[in-house]
Nanobody
Framework: QVQLVESGGGLVQPGGSLRLSCAASGFTFWTFAMNWYRQAPGKERELVANISSIGGVTNYADSVKGRFTISRDNAKNTVYLQMSSLEAEDTAVYYC????????????WGQGTQVTVSS
């Protein structure tokens, strides 16, 4: 059974930090690229960051560059999103996504974790 379980969300003050984790099971984690998306109320889901299957390549949305860092530990089947200098505009539900293209395409999603940035 495929599972992606996010954790680490919560309430944080502006300027604060949080680290999100996404624990994967039920599939060959190391063959999947991993993404973090977010969706704020009334807005479309947007891609925040992604990381290649072996972690050599990362990409970020312009809005989070220099503040967020995505990483993965293939030995632990876990992907992380370190978020710093958080702003009210970062408030959203954050989703973990695993994606594999090519001959055996697959696409899995977690249930999301709420991040609220407020004083």
């Amino acid at each position: 059974q495929v599972q992606l379980v996010e954790s680490g969300g919560g309430l944080v003050q502006p300027g604060g930090s949080l680290r999100l984790s996404c624990a994967a099971s039920g599939f060959t984690f190391w063959t999947f690229a991993m993404n973090w998306y977010r969706q704020a109320p009334g807005k479309e889901r947007e891609l925040v960051a992604n990381i290649s299957s072996i972690g050599g390549v990362t990409n970020y949305a312009d809005s989070v560059k220099g503040r967020f860092t995505i990483s993965r530990d293939n030995a632990k089947n876990t992907v992380y999103l370190q978020m710093s200098s958080l702003e009210a505009e970062d408030t959203a539900v954050y989703y973990c996504n695993a994606i594999r293209r090519g001959l055996l395409p697959s696409d899995y999603w977690g249930q999301g974790t709420q991040v609220t940035v407020s004083s």
